[in-house]
């Protein structure tokens, strides 16, 4: 089986053999059942793709599509003028690169179809429209206009030059307000992105297009589901189980929770991240590949103006309006980071009309909260080797070597960072710092203020050989946080347990950022 990783163009696939996860039946309902629509996915979900594919399908090119749903649906198999435009592979945030990548496309279109425009009395926008109107007078078609991931002009430039976002904005408010002058030479308009946070002053210009991002129909459009993935990759999945020394049905479930948890409609169907999980099946490992594929830069940025934390945004319900419709900005991220997919759907409360939103699977988590513990603590010392040396760690019983590394990490956290003068403020960093640090170890269980009967505790990190039961105080003592342990029966839950039983009692200093006192009580 090929795998068509990096490859974003449907003739190419069909052609080269390539596997194909068939959504012709999908793009058949979409393009027969309205003109223009705005659709978002986070990055490398497939949305290149989509837009390949309807360009072949609006050119008629009946022969690549042999053997796939569309065939059968499709009878007419007409050929339409389309202008396809691509932000990808342009660095915006140089002034004029905007106006100089839409100019290539309006001049070669203008040669295509023998126009000669006077530059001196229309803009670009105007030529644009001389073009869709030509085309359709010549051929007798109204006009597809496909494009691809429409904000990268702005996001590029979010944070970083608020002159030149305004530009951009405006170069592409006009240009796009010609669709609504063009309506009777169009035929079908898909604008793809990874965020809706300029729609409405974008957009402003002409009808809004109809946003199909969170529509039930359309939820599988990008990405593949599990029954796609039950029906295409089920060979390969055994070949990878193989690997790992697996089952079918264990590597199945590490796939799973790896790479799937997404969900884009109230119905809740799980959609995998279609990037990690071939990249996976074609170097039969799992690996964070959608992550380590490169995070957004703008959204690093968000993350340094953000005053809130991650572990007060993750595991709530939110109404629609405060994660999808409104514009999002550096003090409000949520939008950003929701629709760049770093938070999923989890669940719908229809009475309330409300979604709960959390990661959505292992490698945007882990990777997610790594990004998050750089940019928020900026630690000295290296994550990922001391994510490791605590694993080993823990998987040896080795509390000591715990009680060094935790010490060591906090340590090396600047000053700077740490220092809190409002004492609720000093209360809320030591949590949340405490929250990051025990999310990063999520090779293992990890719960994080477990509620139980007669209380919430702190934390409980399980591994095979044993339970680690954390208790922390701020400048307070170890000796009381081990007696609040056995106060409150933190550990009663695994009285019949076999394995080895740490209590561990720790207390956090203000004054010099690191843990002051460290106890343990084990029960074998």
């Given at each position: 089986?090929?795998?068509?990783?990096?490859?974003?163009?449907?003739?190419?696939?069909?052609?080269?053999?390539?596997?194909?996860?068939?959504?012709?039946?999908?793009?058949?309902?979409?393009?027969?059942?309205?003109?223009?629509?705005?659709?978002?996915?986070?990055?490398?979900?497939?949305?290149?793709l989509l837009v390949s594919t309807l360009k072949n399908y609006f050119l008629g090119r009946k022969e690549l599509f042999k053997g796939l749903a569309i065939n059968s649906l499709e009878s007419e198999w007409t050929v339409y003028p389309v202008f396809h435009?691509?932000?990808?592979?342009?660095?915006?945030?140089?002034?004029?690169?905007?106006?100089?990548?839409?100019?290539?496309?309006?001049?070669?279109?203008?040669?295509?179809?023998?126009?000669?425009?006077?530059?001196?009395?229309?803009?670009?926008?105007?030529?644009?429209?001389?073009?869709?109107?030509?085309?359709?007078?010549?051929?007798?078609?109204?006009?597809?206009?496909?494009?691809?991931?429409?904000?990268?002009?702005?996001?590029?430039?979010?944070?970083?030059?608020?002159?030149?976002?305004?530009?951009?904005?405006?170069?592409?408010?006009?240009?796009?307000?010609?669709?609504?002058?063009?309506?009777?030479?169009?035929?079908?308009?898909?604008?793809?992105?990874?965020?809706?946070?300029?729609?409405?002053?974008?957009?402003?210009?002409?009808?809004?297009?109809?946003?199909?991002?969170?529509?039930?129909?359309?939820?599988?459009?990008?990405?593949?589901?599990?029954?796609?993935?039950?029906?295409?990759?089920?060979?390969?999945?055994?070949?990878?189980?193989?690997?790992?020394?697996?089952?079918?049905?264990?590597?199945?479930?590490?796939?799973?929770?790896?790479?799937?948890?997404?969900?884009?409609?109230?119905?809740?169907?799980?959609?995998?991240?279609?990037?990690?999980?071939?990249?996976?099946?074609?170097?039969?490992?799992?690996?964070?590949?959608?992550?380590?594929?490169?995070?957004?830069?703008?959204?690093?940025?968000?993350?340094?103006?953000?005053?809130?934390?991650?572990?007060?945004?993750?595991?709530?319900?939110?109404?629609?309006?405060?994660?999808?419709?409104?514009?999002?900005?550096?003090?409000?991220?949520?939008?950003?980071?929701?629709?760049?997919?770093?938070?999923?759907?989890?669940?719908?409360?229809?009475?309330?009309?409300?979604?709960?939103?959390?990661?959505?699977?292992?490698?945007?988590?882990?990777?997610?909260?790594?990004?998050?513990?750089?940019?928020?603590?900026?630690?000295?010392?290296?994550?990922?080797?001391?994510?490791?040396?605590?694993?080993?760690?823990?998987?040896?019983?080795?509390?000591?070597?715990?009680?060094?590394?935790?010490?060591?990490?906090?340590?090396?956290?600047?000053?700077?960072?740490?220092?809190?003068?409002?004492?609720?403020?000093?209360?809320?960093?030591?949590?949340?710092?405490?929250?990051?640090?025990?999310?990063?170890?999520?090779?293992?269980?990890?719960?994080?203020?477990?509620?139980?009967?007669?209380?919430?505790?702190?934390?409980?990190?399980?591994?095979?050989?044993?339970?680690?039961?954390?208790?922390?105080?701020?400048?307070?003592?170890?000796?009381?946080?081990?007696?609040?342990?056995?106060?409150?029966?933190?550990?009663?839950?695994?009285?019949?347990?076999?394995?080895?039983?740490?209590?561990?009692?720790?207390?956090?200093?203000?004054?010099?950022?690191?843990?002051?006192?460290?106890?343990?009580?084990?029960?074998?």
């Amino acid at each position: 089986m090929k795998y068509p990783i990096g490859i974003q163009s449907f003739d190419q696939i069909i052609e080269e053999g390539y596997v194909y996860v068939d959504k012709t039946d999908i793009i058949h309902r979409l393009v027969n059942e309205g003109k223009i629509y705005f659709f978002s996915r986070p990055r490398r979900f497939g949305k290149s793709l989509l837009v390949s594919t309807l360009k072949n399908y609006f050119l008629g090119r009946k022969e690549l599509f042999k053997g796939l749903a569309i065939n059968s649906l499709e009878s007419e198999w007409t050929v339409y003028p389309v202008f396809h435009l691509d932000f990808n592979g342009s660095n915006f945030i140089e002034k004029g690169v905007l106006e100089k990548r839409l100019h290539t496309y309006v001049k070669d279109w203008e040669s295509e179809y023998g126009i000669v425009s006077d530059t001196e009395l229309l803009d670009l926008g105007g030529r644009f429209l001389k073009v869709l109107s030509t085309a359709h007078k010549l051929t007798g078609q109204r006009a597809v206009v496909l494009i691809d991931e429409y904000d990268k002009p702005l996001l590029d430039v979010l944070d970083v030059d608020k002159n030149l976002e305004e530009c951009n904005r405006n170069i592409l408010k006009a240009f796009y307000s010609v669709f609504k002058a063009a309506d009777e030479h169009l035929r079908f308009v898909l604008l793809t992105g990874v965020t809706k946070f300029s729609q409405v002053s974008v957009f402003s210009g002409f009808n809004q297009p109809k946003d199909i991002s969170l529509d039930a129909r359309y939820e599988a459009l990008c990405g593949i589901t599990q029954k796609e993935i039950d029906s295409c990759f089920t060979d390969a999945i055994s070949e990878m189980a193989e690997e790992y020394n697996y089952s079918f049905e264990e590597m199945r479930a590490q796939l799973k929770r790896q790479y799937d948890g997404y969900h884009f409609s109230k119905r809740m169907t799980d959609i995998y991240n279609p990037f990690s999980l071939l990249n996976a099946l074609d170097s039969k490992d799992l690996e964070d590949y959608w992550f380590r594929s490169g995070t957004p830069t703008y959204l690093i940025r968000l993350l340094n103006h953000f005053n809130e934390n991650v572990n007060e945004l993750t595991g709530k319900y939110y109404s629609p309006a405060e994660f999808i419709d409104y514009k999002a900005d550096v003090e409000r991220p949520l939008p950003m980071i929701f629709q760049s997919g770093y938070l999923t759907i989890k669940d719908y409360d229809m009475d309330f009309n409300t979604f709960l939103l959390d990661f959505p699977n292992n490698e945007v988590k882990n990777g997610f909260l790594t990004m998050a513990t750089s940019s928020y603590l900026k630690p000295e010392e290296e994550t990922e080797g001391w994510i490791r040396s605590v694993v080993v760690a823990m998987r040896k019983g080795d509390v000591k070597t715990l009680q060094t590394m935790f010490t060591s990490f906090l340590a090396s956290i600047p000053y700077t960072i740490r220092r809190k003068e409002d004492e609720r403020e000093r209360e809320r960093y030591f949590q949340y710092t405490f929250y990051l640090i025990m999310r990063l170890i999520s090779v293992y269980t990890v719960h994080i203020e477990k509620v139980q009967s007669q209380g919430r505790v702190d934390c409980i990190i399980e591994t095979p050989g044993y339970v680690y039961i954390f208790e922390f105080k701020l400048d307070g003592s170890a000796d009381e946080a081990l007696l609040q342990i056995e106060e409150k029966g933190y550990a009663r839950e695994y009285e019949s347990d076999s394995r080895v039983i740490y209590k561990i009692g720790a207390s956090f200093s203000s004054e010099t950022g690191t843990i002051e006192d460290w106890k343990v009580i084990a029960n074998n």
